[in-house]
């Protein structure tokens, strides 16, 4: 059995009400969450970064279960915030795992990043390379001042172990769909993404998510009603809503793993923080299916059962999903632009 | 900071490593090769531990005149953290009002970024430390 055997989030403690998003930039205040579905979002302090997040998640996870540093055969770090543009996040981690052994690596896919980790060190246990490996997706995401993506460009992040060992959740399937499709793109040497506005929904959010939804519960066999919980990729929070309903899912198998309203996009944290939010209420014999999606244009799908060694399981140990996401620290908008450093100054 | 500094330090200040005494029990932060206690007798003895990160306000002042890099943080809080396996450490308090800092307040450590060699040279991380939840 090949599965989760420890997860952890984190989810800085800083906000921004979309309102006053909307104040800075002339738009209605109700402009924002009726049209995105979005109240806030998090920010990251001054001093986290996405390899901070990366490690304040990986953390949360030890906390529930420890892996000893030499037993962690892989990390892959997935974020399009790395800190370095050339020096791995990846190394860092290990160094922070005392992991000396692992294969490391960074990945980069938009907002997929984090779930193409997960399916990496999902292969290299199956494969029988490694016993445990480390996942994480995380960002401190950038969107340019005045965007639409101002509204929704977080910071979060989640970590997982994958092993065969004490798995309290087992990946029964992964099917990933991909083409290339350039909704969301930031060149070298750019500061803020650009996006094709309307082209981001039908043709890839809803094209990628929904193809990938379908071919993996074909190949696994089943229907949107043998899934108790169906995590979404969450640009904003009425996508996740629409797919669902489109591919036949309801809203009470969807709303679980939906924090995008309350914290934003997190990016590549985003699919791995919304199933993190499912796990940690889940019971053994839930069955979940979490489908991601990265601009450019990507998913991975994930179906996935808890098993019975989520009871003997510390879940308490750290933080849940929703206890970060309600400890919140409400910001103004100058504060938001100290914070992510877009105050230009003489150098 | 050079870079070779920041490298040699990193295990500790990325973990809170630190030494122990095997002869008097006396536990270092940063860690030392020899005990002061004990002297010659602890040389070549010392052992690693990993402190838990928990501790407690042991003194605190609040920064208003910044040093370089620290602008967008000030006011901020540098304390003085006494932890139970016995090193007081010295380190900020992030994610709280200054106001709401107090001695005894309980606090753990967090990984953050702790200062940059300007915007090309590296990035220096490492512990601070933020209150408990209550």
């Not at chain 1, 907002?111 to 995380?138: E, F, L, P, R, S």
């Not at chain 1, 309290?168 to 793109?185: L, M, Q, R, Y």
């Amino acid at each position: 059995m090949v599965g989760i055997v420890t997860y952890g989030s984190y989810v800085p403690i800083y906000r921004i009400k979309t309102a006053e998003i909307a104040r800075m930039w002339g738009d209605k205040p109700e402009h924002p969450e009726k049209g995105l579905g979005l109240l806030a979002k998090s920010v990251p302090g001054y001093d986290e970064d996405a390899a901070t997040i990366a490690v304040e998640a990986l953390r949360n996870a030890l906390k529930r279960k420890n892996i000893p540093g030499e037993k962690i055969g892989a990390i892959f770090v997935g974020s399009e915030s790395h800190p370095y543009a050339v020096k791995p996040t990846a190394s860092l981690i290990a160094e922070v795992v005392g992991a000396y052994k692992a294969h490391a690596a960074d990945l980069e896919f938009a907002c997929k990043a984090g779930t193409a980790a997960m399916q990496n060190v999902y292969a290299m246990i199956k494969a029988g390379m490694i016993d445990y490996g480390i996942a994480i997706g995380t960002d401190t995401s950038q969107g340019q001042p005045g965007d639409a993506l101002d509204y929704s460009a977080s910071a979060g992040g989640t970590a997982y172990i994958i092993g065969k060992e004490d798995v309290i959740a087992e990946i029964n399937h992964t099917v990933s769909f991909v083409t290339d499709t350039p909704d969301f793109w930031r060149r070298e040497g750019q500061r803020y993404p650009s996006h094709g506005g309307r082209f981001t929904g039908e043709p890839a959010y809803f094209k990628h998510v929904m193809s990938a939804a379908k071919m993996l519960m074909e190949e696994a066999g089943t229907k949107p009603e043998d899934y108790d919980y169906v995590v979404f990729h969450q640009p904003n929070g009425k996508f996740p809503y629409r797919v669902g309903k489109r591919l036949g899912f309801t809203n009470e198998q969807i709303k679980p793993g939906l924090i995008s309203p309350y914290i934003g996009n997190t990016y590549s944290g985003g699919t791995p923080t919304g199933l993190s939010a499912v796990l940690d209420i889940a019971k053994p014999g839930d069955r979940i299916i979490a489908v991601s999606f990265g601009s450019g244009a990507g998913s991975d799908a994930f179906d996935i059962t808890v098993t019975d060694k989520m009871n003997s399981y510390n879940r308490d140990a750290a933080p849940k999903v929703m206890d970060m996401v309600n400890r919140a620290k409400y910001i103004d908008y100058a504060t938001y632009l100290k914070f992510r450093r877009m105050i230009v100054e003489v150098d | 900071m050079v870079v070779p500094r920041f490298w040699r330090e990193r295990r500790y200040r990325y973990s809170l490593i630190g030494t122990r005494c095997p002869v008097c029990g006396t536990v270092y932060f940063p860690p030392r090769d020899v005990c002061p206690k004990c002297g010659r007798e602890s040389v070549g003895k010392m052992e690693e531990v990993q402190l838990s990160g928990k501790g407690k306000v042991y003194s605190y002042t609040v920064v208003h005149q910044n040093v370089l890099g620290y602008k967008y943080q000030k006011p901020y809080v540098m304390a003085i953290i006494e932890t139970p396996e016995g090193p007081k450490i010295t380190g900020q308090i992030v994610d709280v009002d200054p106001e709401e800092v107090h001695i005894g307040m309980p606090v753990h450590a967090v990984f953050r970024r702790i200062g940059e060699d300007g915007k090309a040279g590296i990035i220096q991380y490492g512990y601070k430390f933020v209150p408990d939840e209550e």
